[in-house]
């Protein structure tokens, strides 16, 4: 089975920086994409960032250029580095993994349990 676990969450302020990551155990072959969605109370759960095992990144228009997303494939990690954040970046942050192999399994989808990010204005 495979676990992500996510780390760094918290409170900062409107303006901060706060770094995520996410870990992904188990018997894992490969990994195609990672990435980070995040859910706001009262709203749908959405796409942050993602990043495929060549390196190639997608980012939501409303981070763009003050989030970056990177990944370590040795460590099958993925973290997400956010800078000038605001009020509205507010949310659970879920890291996922799409199209997961395993010694047992081929093409999965996984999520985190998330963590809370919150941003004071």
């Given amino acids: 089975q495979v676990q992500l ?34 859910q706001a109370p009262g709203k749908q759960r ?8 060549g390196g190639s990144t997608n980012y939501a228009g409303s981070v763009k250029g003050r989030f970056t997303i990177s990944r370590d494939n040795a460590k099958n990690t993925v973290y997400l580095q956010m800078n000038s954040l605001k009020p509205e970046d507010t949310a659970v942050y879920y890291c996922n993994a799409d199209g997961v192999t395993t010694t047992i399994n081929y093409g999965v989808n996984y999520w985190g349990k998330g963590t809370l990010v919150t941003v004071s204005s």
């Fill in 5 to 38: 676990v996510e780390s760094g969450g918290g409170l900062v302020q409107s303006g901060g920086s706060l770094g995520l990551s996410c870990a992904a155990s188990g018997s894992i072959i490969s990994i195609n994409a990672m990435g980070w969605y995040r």
């Fill in 46 to 53: 959405e796409l942050v960032a993602s990043i495929t095992s």
